[in-house]
């Protein structure tokens, strides 16, 4: 039977249009867990999935769903209802993707280091009947921790501990509901275009935004994103460095097992050392990070023992490029580098394989960063002009695909404000498209730095800091400035041994031809990393805090 679609879950997307997707091949018109079974089908002794605990096949991963899915229905789960997720990359996080899909539920995947109250947010604002948590993960008792919030969460009938160590009062163990008999079970049937997965995502809210998508919007639009980065005949076998529970991470299950037919290798926390061992002992075909897990790793690879091979591609999400990165990652590590442009609100656009913009072969002196053609299978790419905007100005990318989510969850103010007549999405973000077609990305609205009533865009800047010679990684924050407003701050990580100055790096952008109105005013050196966010994206409103406090404006001198 066909599970209702509850109405918080209302489509944006005009039904005759997610029906011509489907019926033009973009999306396969199956739930997730029917596409995940016909993978077991065909190949059940084929590794589904590469943890700390080892391997586990597609016969082994189903077995465990079904378990799963058993458990959760005993414990009042029922087909339509919202099931939290807050694991590790882990084994058991896979399987509680595919035992929601399979009872025809929605899963609310966020990744660990949340905090309660955040979770607890996004648990109430979704109306979530359960919550599957770590009884401890890098000691913080997640399950723990929500069953003692429980009270705020009217809606929650069971919080789920999932771990070793003894189960936290008020939880029921995870152990007991994976060793349920699932031999009388019948997987619903849920209509392909109703609710399957609430991506998380950061945004600009005081609360983190809830983005419903649905099986075909995540099997089909979702999945044609990876296809072109895929070799014929060879099985994807996906090293996830960033969180399954993030947005990026949900080409995990549903696109890299259900559509692909691939192997997920995962590390339940990042590092550098941790990731390049993993590449050398799992041969993946493709690593999927952010830029800075990259940087992170190329300064290990002199003391590597190995060099890594057999790479088809490392994908890249979360932030721009640079092209010095590209081209040291492609160099080191043999293989195509792809930038992904992309977000939980409903887009995604990359290069593909060949698609690659290594400024030693093609040098590029457009605005932003270019990140390939739209791909009608994915999502159909527009430029809206902006309030005031000239021709031939950037304007904000809007997006409307296969790929487009259905609303956003709980905040009904956010589809006003982002969504359009038709079911477009509006992203933000700042580009443009080339007379080819190609998209340019700039930058982003909120990002905007206003100094003295001049926009400065902090993604342009930081494009032509990249190629600084003693610059390995940059972001630019603005800072409050009792005079201008805001004045733009570079937050530098200097390459090993380098230690550039403010002059230094204004003189490299002066030969850069960058008007001098959008230099940076103020360096902030990071001896470490850049920090990220749980959800793997580099933190620029961790950096503002910090700059706003090593600069406070009381101090910010006119220039």
Not at 34 to 41: E, N, V, Y
Not at 93 to 99: K, N, R, S, T
Request: proline share 8%.
């Amino acid at each position: 039977m066909t599970a209702p679609l509850p109405s918080r879950f209302h489509d944006l997307v005009p039904a005759t249009l997610r029906r011509a997707w489907a019926t033009e091949g973009h999306c396969p018109d199956l739930d997730l867990y029917a596409l995940f079974r016909a993978r077991r089908i065909a190949d059940p002794h084929a590794t589904a999935v590469i943890d700390a605990g080892g391997e586990v096949s597609y016969a082994e991963l189903d077995h465990r769903a079904r378990c799963l899915a058993t458990g959760l229905a005993e414990a009042g789960v029922c087909p339509g209802d919202v099931v939290g997720v807050q694991l590790p990359n882990t084994q058991e996080a896979v399987a509680a993707d595919l035992a929601v899909a399979a009872l025809g539920a929605v899963v609310l995947p966020f990744p660990v280091g949340r905090g309660g109250r955040e979770a607890v947010s996004l648990l109430g604002r979704s109306g979530a009947r359960a919550v599957i948590a770590a009884s401890a993960h890098r000691g913080v008792e997640h399950a723990r921790e929500l069953a003692g919030l429980s009270g705020e969460l009217p809606a929650l009938r069971a919080v789920i501990a999932a771990g070793p160590g003894p189960v936290p009062d008020g939880c029921l163990p995870l152990a007991d509901l994976l060793r349920t008999d699932a031999t009388a079970f019948t997987p619903a049937r849920p209509d392909p275009d109703t609710a399957a997965r609430i991506l998380v995502s950061s945004g600009s809210e005081a609360e983190p935004k809830m983005v419903a998508y649905s099986h075909n919007a995540l099997a089909g639009g979702r999945g044609n994103t990876l296809a072109p980065l895929l070799r014929d005949g060879i099985r994807p076998r996906c090293l996830f460095l960033v969180p399954l529970a993030s947005a990026f991470g949900s080409s995990g299950t549903a696109v890299t097992l259900a559509r692909h037919g691939g192997s997920l290798v995962l590390l339940d926390r990042f590092t550098p050392d941790a990731a390049l061992e993993a590449i050398l002992a799992h041969r993946p075909t493709h690593v999927l990070g952010v830029p800075t897990m990259v940087r992170m790793m190329l300064d290990r690879l002199p003391d590597a023992r190995e060099t890594p091979a057999g790479l088809t591609a490392l994908i890249l999400g979360g932030s721009a490029l640079d092209a010095a990165t590209h081209d040291e990652a492609r160099r080191a590590f043999g293989c195509a580098v792809v930038n992904l442009y992309g977000s939980a609100d409903g887009v995604n656009c990359h290069g593909g394989l060949t698609g690659q913009s290594a400024a030693d072969d093609h040098p590029d002196s457009g605005p932003g960063i270019k990140v390939g053609r739209p791909v009608p299978g994915v999502c159909e790419i527009r430029i809206a002009p902006l309030p005031g905007g000239a021709a031939g100005e950037p304007g904000e990318i809007v997006a409307r695909g296969p790929m487009t989510p259905l609303c956003y969850v709980g905040a009904p103010e956010l589809n006003m404000r982002y969504r359009t007549a038709g079911g477009w999405v509006r992203t933000g973000d700042l580009g443009m498209l080339d007379a080819d077609g190609a998209l340019r990305v700039v930058g982003r609205l909120k990002d905007i730095v206003i100094r003295g009533g001049a926009n400065i865009s902090p993604a342009e800047v930081e494009g032509e800091l990249s190629s600084h010679p003693d610059i390995r990684e940059v972001m630019c924050v603005g800072v409050p400035d009792p005079l201008m407003g805001e004045r733009l701050a570079a937050c530098v990580v200097p390459r090993a041994g380098r230690k550039p100055g403010l002059e230094s790096l204004c003189g490299h952008l002066d030969t850069r031809g960058l008007e001098r109105r959008k230099h940076p005013e103020r360096l902030l050196l990071v001896t470490d990393e850049l920090p990220l966010t749980p959800a793997g994206k580099p933190d620029r409103a961790a950096l503002r805090e910090r700059a706003a406090a090593e600069f406070p404006s009381d101090h910010a001198q006119a220039v």
